[in-house]
């Protein structure tokens, strides 16, 4: 079964049966969240997948062991080594301290994940507590000829490589479009693309944290981190990378620059990353200040599952457009599932044959690239089935492992929408009722049932789909 799983890898642009290196055993490294900031929910779009993906090769009979790092130092403004640290900027923000703010986010991000059902990964580890293995490489990149000193500082040379651009044939100035923030030149640079792996001296001295390294008092730049926390747990010989799709460039192509140099050998198999979550203005984004989280997706009355669910219906490698409109609709559709799975009588006889054809059809959309939109589609199609609802619950529960929705977890106290099922149905009923008053043209009718649902905080909109309802 475990060798059915297609994947699309970034590094060879195709969807690749995927094979590990040990039979039956995966070792994924995941980028986690630079702390100075809350996660918004397009970061958690990129977390949801990756959980997804983990819990879809559980599921399809692998051993997996998955590795994140925490980024608590050497993010700089712009991914491309200028500006402030981002974990400096944020306790200047907050007025903490470094490790205060590095805390305060790691605890809300975790928190997040609880909430979405994303499982935390075995190992997790901040950069902060790396530093010496940060030193060892890149001395050994130094005694190999891979990097150099200049103006204090310590570089990738890119050009000792026969091919840097590993994810594309494209020029950097193409890969930079869409990555954030400007670029300033750094004039230490042999080569534009070259890259931090050391600062001792940075135009932004006033770094919080600093160590004491061979090349004087200073802290490393952001890429070595995953190299290092990766090799420390899963070893030379990697699986599965993850990440959201900006980090292609230039985080992971610096990330298999350096590991690769480093070991003299091929480092990872499998790139997987996750298209963006954007908004109407375009990708979602910590720097632009303004962003969603799950915390308001809540104070907004939303479940934070709907939001997983959200995200499951559209494919991981396509730009996914975040609305309330469709929020809404996916809400409505959420609470109707746990209202219909909360119905289904447990005590009831098991259909094994049925539930190993439902299984292995779940199987097959997830197997295929992830189609996790297809794998939803099944849970209808099982809840519509004329099989047992004893078969149905089992199969909820086993397709849940996968999907994390709490399907069979019971009908909402406050439901999607914030009504309850018999306040639903009441306004289903008048929606009706109000629809034969219109057509009977007896508009004093129709407008006395908006007044009166109006009333019970239900707003009626009128438009060319038909009536729909929400909240006040
Ligand atoms: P950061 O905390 O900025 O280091 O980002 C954490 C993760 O979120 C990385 O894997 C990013 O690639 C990913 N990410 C950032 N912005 C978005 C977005 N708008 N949609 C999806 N993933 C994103
Ligand atoms: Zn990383």
Redesign the pocket.
């Known amino acids: 079964m475990e060798n059915n799983i297609k994947i699309f890898n970034t590094l060879t642009r195709k969807v690749e049966q995927f094979v590990p290196n040990e039979e039956g055993k995966v070792s994924m490294y995941t980028?986690g969240?630079?702390v100075y900031h809350f996660?918004h929910i397009?970061?958690l779009?990129?977390y949801i997948m990756e959980d997804v993906l983990e819990k879809a090769l559980r599921y399809a009979g692998y051993d997996v062991k998955r590795v994140m790092n925490i980024?608590d130092v050497g993010?700089l403004s712009s991914d491309a080594d200028t500006g402030e640290d981002k974990m400096l900027s944020g306790a200047k923000r907050e007025h903490k301290t470094v490790m205060e703010i590095a805390q305060f986010y790691t605890d809300a991000f975790f928190s997040d994940c609880e909430k979405l059902n994303i499982k935390r990964p075995d190992v997790v580890e901040p950069a902060t507590n790396c530093i010496d293995e940060f030193i060892h490489m890149i001395e050994v990149l130094l005694e190999k000829g891979y990097a150099y000193i200049a103006g204090e500082n310590v570089y990738f040379d890119t050009s000792k490589l026969t091919d840097y651009y590993v994810f594309s044939s494209q020029s950097e100035k193409e890969l930079m479009v869409g990555v954030r923030e400007d670029v300033s030149e750094d004039e230490n640079k042999r080569n534009k693309s070259d890259f931090v792996l050391w600062f001792t001296k940075s135009k932004f001295d006033n770094q919080e944290l600093k160590w004491e390294s061979p090349w004087g008092l200073g802290y490393p730049g952001w890429h070595i981190e995953c190299s290092c926390i990766s090799m420390k747990h899963l070893g030379e010989r990697m699986d599965i990378h993850c990440?959201?799709?900006?980090?292609i460039f230039p985080h992971h192509t610096n990330e298999i620059a350096q590991s690769e140099a480093y070991l003299g050998h091929k480092w990872c198999n499998y790139w997987f990353h996750?298209h963006?979550?954007?908004d109407k203005t375009g990708?979602?984004?910590?720097s632009k200040g303004d962003f969603l989280t799950v915390s308001l997706l809540e104070e907004k009355g939303y479940h934070p599952l709907v939001y997983r669910m959200f995200c499951l219906q559209s494919h991981y490698r396509k730009p996914l457009e975040f609305s309330y409109e469709v929020l809404d609709n996916m809400a409505n559709a959420y609470g109707k599932l746990r209202r219909t799975a909360a119905k289904l009588n447990a005590d009831t006889v098991l259909d094994e044959n049925a539930f190993a054809e439902y299984k292995g059809k779940f199987l097959d959309a997830i197997a295929e690239d992830l189609n996790t939109s297809m794998a939803l589609t099944m849970v209808y199609e099982v809840l519509k089935a004329d099989i047992s609802d004893k078969t149905k619950l089992e199969l909820l529960k086993s397709f849940d492992e996968v999907l994390s929705l709490d399907l069979t977890a019971g009908e909402l106290q406050d439901d999607d929408s914030g009504v309850d099922a018999e306040l639903e149905t009441y306004i289903l009923a008048k929606i009706e009722e109000r629809k034969a008053a219109k057509k009977a043209k007896d508009f004093a009718r129709a407008d006395a049932i908006r007044a009166e649902l109006l009333e019970k905080g239900i707003v009626l909109e009128d438009t060319r789909e038909g009536v729909k309802w929400k909240k006040a």
């Open positions: 980028c969240p630079t996660a397009g970061n779009r990129s980024t993010h990440g959201g799709v900006d980090n996750v963006h979550l954007n990708k979602m984004s910590k």
